[in-house]
């Protein structure tokens, strides 16, 4: 049995035309049989029937639309599409809407050709098997269909069909497919140039309209010099003496720096020997004093100390007027710091205090000393560490600001103070390290007050050198103020401000601004010299073919000039 030469497509009720051209495209043989589900509105339109018919002329496929919907008909008429009830009926081309028939023509018949009238008579199935030159049937006995290349005529199942006449239709040339590619190249076109317009329309209207307002007034500068006291133990202000309440914020900073130890020490053994001793006295006849226990014995710069004390026995005379005396017994000594230098051979020693009348003198070498150095604390390796201690740390200048902020209070930062240091260090001097650590705790201080209590005492200063009834503070410069300490206990601290008021008429620049927009150069100059004190007003706008301000009052700069005239404080 031979193999079907047609494909039964199944649509679903949701597939777009694109995806239904697709399946036809890909279909591996001539003959497609779409079976369409009930209510397929890709189906209602014209111009998707026409798609269809185009891409399946271009894939030469030879379709046949499986419905029994009445509306579906006209428009597959229109289009040259065959249509049949079900898989096992005959396939026609619907009757067209009536579009303006003419010139008809016939066409003379063969009676072994199958024409439009002849067709509508036969199965699909014997269709298939004159098209292909023999009779295809499925396993279930379903008869397929087979449509070559060439082109049939167009039929349509009317009564003359029936008697074995076969009107033609002529084509109406002006039901063209339209081009949807260039269609849709157009759409693109149309909205890239309505956004341009768009975006013009927004760049010369929103966007770039700017206006700028300069006004000038007869404001003036006021010097301001006051010196006031802050003081933690205050409870209100005393514009009397200046006294403000304020309130002082401390935090502890620890620092440490590390130093390599540089100093040496000799752990090593003490040498030790004995000495003997003699006294002279001369002229007085009087016996020496003994030498305690403990005295220095010198020699080449090498001391020894003595372990016991050292008495002298009976006089012998020595030389004219002069006694000479010996010690009772050998003295024994040890070296004042260990070393093998101070391993001696025998010598004479000088006695410390004692140098004029006692010499001593050893008959054998000193021995047992050792060198063994170690590495230990020098008073430079820990003034090294303080020097790269640096407890300038803004930081916690910032952290002092931070808490007076957080308890709405005007942070002072010239009075910003780290306190004496305490220092400690991991290691003494002359202690075996290798290395010293040296920590210093510091403590940092920053008073606050009210910043309404410092702008009272500031508009009190101000408003004595002006006359308040034709001017009033426009800025008493406390944020370009400068601070000096004159002098401070624990719990007050008196300060001394100077900064630059500036006194005149008083204008807003975000009123002004909300007053101007959206209204001409002639109405903002009118609007802003009725404020007393305005001397003039200068109104420009930008771009040129801007002639009002912008609704938007943050497209507006309002510049008021500042003072050139200053009165002196006094």
Not at 71 to 83: D, F, K, M, N, T
Not at 160 to 183: D, S, Y
């Amino acid at each position: 049995m031979t193999e079907p030469n047609k494909d039964v497509i199944y649509i679903d009720i949701d597939d777009e035309i694109t995806a239904i051209i697709d399946k036809v495209s890909v279909s591996k043989n001539k003959i497609v049989a779409l079976v369409l589900p009930k209510r397929a509105s890709v189906f209602q339109s014209i111009v998707n029937m026409k798609l269809l018919s185009r891409s399946a002329e271009q894939a030469k496929k030879h379709l046949v639309l499986i419905t029994s919907e009445a509306g579906l008909l006209p428009l597959a008429g229109a289009v040259g599409l065959r249509v049949a009830k079900s898989l096992t009926s005959k396939p026609v081309v619907p009757i067209a809407p009536v579009t303006g028939l003419n010139n008809e023509e016939s066409i003379e018949e063969d009676p072994s050709e199958v024409t439009v009238a002849t067709a509508g008579n036969r199965p699909i199935g014997e269709l298939a098997a004159i098209a292909g030159g023999s009779t295809l049937t499925t396993s279930d006995g379903v008869e397929t269909i087979e449509i070559d290349n060439e082109e049939e005529p167009v039929a349509t199942e009317s009564p003359e069909a029936t008697t074995g006449q076969t009107p033609t239709i002529k084509k109406n040339k002006k039901l063209r497919v339209p081009n949807f590619n260039r269609f849709r190249l157009w759409l693109v076109f149309g909205v890239l140039g309505l956004g341009v317009v768009i975006l013009l329309f927004y760049l010369a209207n929103i966007a770039l309209p700017k206006a700028t307002i300069a006004i000038k007034t007869d404001a003036s500068n006021v010097n301001t010099n006051v010196n006031f006291t802050l003081d933690t133990g205050a409870k209100s202000l005393d514009t009397t003496q200046n006294i403000i309440p304020a309130k002082q914020v401390q935090e502890q900073k620890t620092y440490t720096q590390a130093s390599t130890t540089t100093g040496q020490k000799n752990i090593g053994a003490k040498a030790s020997g004995s000495v003997s001793m003699s006294a002279k006295e001369c002229n007085t006849f009087t016996p020496p004093a003994y030498i305690p226990a403990g005295t220095g014995i010198s020699t080449n710069g090498l001391t020894f100390i003595t372990q016991q004390d050292t008495t002298f026995g009976s006089p012998q005379l020595s030389g004219s007027n002069c006694i000479s005396y010996q010690s009772s017994s050998a003295t024994p000594v040890i070296a004042q710091s260990p070393g093998v230098a101070y391993n001696v051979a025998p010598t004479t020693f000088s006695v410390a205090g004692r140098s004029n009348d006692v010499t001593a003198s050893s008959n054998t070498a000193m021995t047992g000393g050792t060198d063994d150095i170690v590495q230990v604390v020098a008073q430079a390796d820990i003034d090294s560490a303080k020097q790269k201690i640096s407890t300038t740390d803004t930081s916690v200048q910032q952290d002092l600001v931070n808490q007076l902020s957080h308890v709405k209070l005007y942070a002072f930062t010239s009075t910003f103070s780290p306190g004496t240091p305490t220092i400690t260090t991991s290691a003494n001097v002359g202690d075996t390290a290798d290395s010293v650590t040296v920590t210093e705790v510091v403590t940092y201080t920053m008073f606050g007050a009210k910043q309404s209590d410092l702008q009272t005492l500031l508009a009190a200063n101000i408003n004595s050198q002006i006359d308040t009834t034709k001017q009033s503070i426009l800025d008493d410069g406390l944020n370009s103020a400068s601070f000096k300490t004159l002098n401070n206990t624990a719990t007050t601290i008196q300060l001394n401000i100077q900064t630059l008021a500036t006194v005149g008429p008083d204008l807003s620049v975000n009123s002004i601004k909300k007053l101007v927009a959206g209204k001409k150069s002639g109405d903002i100059e009118t609007l802003l010299k009725s404020n007393p004190g305005v001397t003039s007003i200068d109104v420009k706008f930008s771009p040129f073919w801007v002639t009002t301000a912008p609704q938007k009052v943050s497209k507006i700069t309002v510049i008021i000039a500042k003072p050139t005239q200053t009165v002196n404080a006094h």
